[in-house]
């Protein structure tokens, strides 16, 4: 339940155009609109880059109420920086000005691009991370970084320390919740008083959590043991996320947005 | 019948601690199921994690199929058995049911095709096979246990060693996962040890061998055993419900004869009366 | 004070955060007489745990409302009225070692005691008569709970929570994991605490022996519903009705069952073992004559 509010590690299993793209195809093509992003500054560009993702939206068959919970935890933090920039920025014909405050015309449309640059990339995270399962995730990140094998960067290990820690995510959150309950039936008050009180009732909670955390590591390495895996390099896959004619498709529609984007910015 | 596993004059102890194996040695006959019981705290699990070769003996020598427990052999020493722990959780390692059967064959550089066969040949047969895209935490107690037997069958293991595997489960639970490693014993022709305190699934062992005080000692007689409660209870275990019955009938006048019967030699036993 | 506990037309909804929220509990009803020994049983999911956790107010109902004597529980209770309730009712959760924290034993037991505004030294003196009640060596008391066996931990998680001085005790599950001995020694040490101090027992269980050997009143969950209360023997009597219902059967009535399936019918209530053992050798009688 506390999970209810990320939308990390929230996948959504379905079997739309998005859902069947490989991992690393879309973590690419995510990298390379977050680029592109910043390199519209007009209305028509941004325009582009907001059909492009409502299309990409509507292609993953994932219902729009999600991307708005997507925004929600990060409203604030959204809402502070646009504000700075409303406030801050200099240029263009002043509007209204207290002290060192001022709000120009060019102000407000700058507000207001950072505001649909902020949109954007969440959005495109959130397609991400609702279509992608974190093991696939993991996979397609395993996939990107194998150059780096060459210079004995340990990728694989990374990999498979990524998925396992992944693995255990919803079951360290349901003991969170369980030794929460049961520390308040002990009379300790979550989430209100002061500072120090906040800092105090941690101890209840953190100390139960981290040894059972070690517990879980240690019996986890002894049945991998048991299992036959002695070292994370030298190990097949059962999965094998291959590079297919919709990544290449999909990937062609982002560039020729990109291009389109160059050619129609100031 | 041939020993599958000889374990010959081996000493343990944790650092730190007083030793709790001296001079401990027995044998496991091929295909059969031994159950080893013990008190909490005789060092049960540490006799499974020595036969694999996870924990090394301070002294002594292990046999698994002829073959020496050591550093060299660890890999087919792993090969050879099939460990399923306690908690369902720590031993659920892939991100999904099929990818956590998959661990073992990945770590024995299979290839992709041949893994996707067995995989499913395995879930098949511990009956998980409609639930291979699940996640862990969607699953009960007893399904992950399953995924953790199906895991090990799909590295063809001759010997599978329950580690009080059933403990945390429902009874229901329970049953069903000692239902299937019976079924699994007799279709891929498996030795069995389990080490529990579930008297069910100790009555259902060939042979029940006692850990008390570092040895292990084989209890030569079931009828003696089980209707001892107090040294029952003492072992860390409960009396089987049929001898409470028996017990009852005896003691109002029946004439039931003095030897251990499972509840189906009972039930036929009985249907004997009209 | 009189601590009956009804709760009426209550239903909790889980949001989860998709367009679908599932019904935990859906409107229930039932009434829990002061002092007596409830079992609640079910299958895994069939919102036993969702239930008992209303009871210590540790979640809000959706709808409906719940009273402990004269406390009640409606959607709208503040949060802070529910930290006194909680003192009433004590609960042992799942594997409730996993919630030991403190350096000593001694410490983790007085934990409760001190939240909810006792001294130290009276703290201390009850920590010291749960560790008693539950059969710790009062020497342990200085020991860290992280280097005692599991059983031991359990018992010192128990201490904690009956150091609370509950009125109402609620157990989810408290045996899971333990071997016969320690289960049968918790057990007894629960009905202890029910007999001598008056404790409203409520024990949330999968083991039906448990159930048919303690329990007053028996209350059957599943899909969230209450679908059935009684003592055990109305419960028991239908072994059809819990298999469907994916229950296991007390060792009796499962026996009673087995016969009954080769053609040996034992009537009669079958609680406990001298019954069916008294049965089973008149059946046999009669046919003889």
């Not at chain 2, 959780?89 to 990945?106: C, H, R, S, W």
């Not at chain 2, 080490?195 to 008390?212: F, G, P, W």
């Not at chain 3, 959760?93 to 350096?103: G, I, R, S, T, Y």
């Not at chain 3, 469907?244 to 609680?271: I, K, M, T």
């Amino acid at each position: 339940m506390i999970m209810s509010n990320f939308i990390f590690g929230r996948y959504l299993p379905g079997n739309s155009w998005i859902h069947k793209m490989s991992p690393q195809a879309k973590l690419l093509i995510s990298f390379f609109f977050v680029l592109v992003i910043f390199l519209a500054n007009n209305l028509i560009s941004y325009a582009m880059l907001i059909v492009l993702i409502l299309a990409t939206i509507v292609l993953s068959g994932i219902s729009i109420s999600f991307f708005i919970k997507g925004i929600r935890p990060l409203l604030w933090l959204i809402i502070f920086t646009v504000l700075l920039q409303i406030l801050f920025s200099s240029g263009g014909t002043p509007i209204f000005k207290w002290g060192i405050f001022s709000i120009t015309d060019q102000s407000l449309i700058n507000g207001g691009y950072i505001f649909i640059r902020f949109l954007l990339i969440i959005m495109m995270s959130t397609v991400l991370m609702l279509t992608t399962s974190p093991l696939a995730l993991a996979d397609g990140i395993q996939t990107l970084l194998k150059p780096l094998k060459r210079l004995h960067f340990p990728v694989d290990t990374l990999a498979l320390m990524l998925s396992i820690a992944l693995r255990f995510v919803p079951t360290l959150m349901d003991e969170t919740q369980t030794i929460m309950n049961a520390q308040r039936a002990r009379g300790v008050d979550f989430g209100s008083g002061s500072i120090k009180h906040r800092i105090k009732v941690a101890v209840p909670l953190l100390i139960p959590l981290f040894t059972g955390a070690i517990t879980h590591a240690e019996n986890l390495s002894t049945a991998m043991e048991a299992r036959g895996f002695t070292d994370s390099e030298h190990r097949s896959k059962y999965r094998i996320y291959k590079w297919q004619k919709r990544d290449t498709i999909s990937f062609l529609v982002y560039i020729l947005v990109a291009v389109l984007v160059i050619l129609v910015r100031k | 019948m041939k020993n599958i596993i000889e374990v010959k004059n081996i000493s343990f102890k944790y650092p730190e601690q007083s030793e709790i194996f001296k001079d401990l040695s027995f044998e496991i006959k091929r295909g059969e199921w031994t159950a080893i019981i013990g008190q909490n705290g005789s060092g049960k699990s540490t006799i499974a994690k020595l036969i694999d070769g996870l924990y090394q003996p301070m002294s002594g020598e292990i046999f698994v199929d002829d073959l020496l427990v050591n550093e060299e052999n660890i890999n087919k020493i792993h090969k050879k058995i099939g460990l399923v722990f306690q908690n369902p959780d720590d031993q659920f390692v892939g991100a999904t049911v099929e990818d956590d059967v998959a661990f073992g064959l990945e770590n024995q550089l299979m290839s992709t095709d041949e893994m996707h066969t067995i995989v499913e040949k395995s879930l098949k047969s511990v009956n998980m096979w409609e639930y291979r895209e699940r996640v862990p935490e969607s699953l009960s107690g007893g399904q992950k246990q399953r995924v953790a037997i199906a895991g090990i069958i799909a590295l063809a293991p001759q010997i599978i060693i329950l580690d009080e595997s059933t403990s945390m489960l429902d009874p229901l639970g329970r049953k069903d996962i000692i239902d299937l490693i019976y079924r699994l014993k007799q279709e891929l022709n498996l030795t069995v040890i389990s080490i529990t305190h579930d008297i069910d699934e100790a009555a259902l062992a060939d042979r029940i061998m006692i850990l008390n005080q570092g040895q292990l000692v084989e209890a030569t007689d079931p009828n003696d055993m089980f209707s001892n409660e107090d040294k029952l209870l003492e072992l860390g275990l409960d009396v089987p419900y049929t001898v409470k019955l028996m017990d009852a009938l005896r003691q109002q006048g029946l004439d039931v004869p003095h030897r251990y019967m499972d509840e189906g030699e009972l039930v036929k036993w009985i249907t004997q009366l009209k | 004070m009189d601590n009956t506990i009804k709760i009426d037309h209550l239903s909790h909804l889980y949001d989860d955060g998709s367009n679908n929220p599932v019904y935990a509990l859906k409107d229930v009803t039932l009434t829990i007489k002061d002092n007596s020994y409830v079992s609640i049983i079910g299958h895994t999911g069939s919102g036993k745990s969702t239930l008992v956790q209303h009871i210590n107010a540790l979640l809000k109902p959706t709808t409906g409302e719940l009273s402990v004597g004269d406390f009640k529980i409606e959607p709208k209770t503040s949060n802070k009225n529910l930290k006194k309730f909680r003192q009433h009712v004590g609960m042992v959760f799942q594997f409730p070692e996993k919630q030991l924290f403190e350096e000593t034993v001694i410490k983790d037991i007085m934990f409760g005691p001190l939240n909810y505004g006792k001294s130290e030294s009276v703290a201390e003196q009850l920590a010291l008569e749960a560790m008693d009640l539950v059969g710790l060596d009062s020497k342990l008391a200085e020991k860290s709970p992280f280097d005692l066996s599991g059983g031991q931990k359990r018992r010192v998680a128990m201490a904690g929570v009956l150091a609370m001085q509950p009125e109402i005790l609620i157990l989810d599950e408290p045996t899971a994991g333990l071997d016969p001995k320690s289960h049968r020694e918790i057990m007894d040490l629960i009905y202890r605490m029910h007999i001598d101090r008056q404790m409203t027992i409520i024990l949330v269980t999968h083991q039906m022996d448990d159930v048919v050997q303690y329990s007053d009143q028996v209350v059957v969950m599943d899909h969230g519903e209450v679908v059935k209360v009684g003592n055990s023997t109305e419960i028991f009597n239908d072994p059809q009705w819990l298999i469907q219902h994916q229950l296991a059967l007390p060792s009796n009535a499962e026996f009673a069952y087995r016969l009954s399936q080769a053609g040996y019918q034992v009537p009669g209530n079958l609680d406990n073992i001298w019954q069916l053992a008294k049965a089973i050798i008149e059946v046999g009688e009669v046919d003889h004559e």
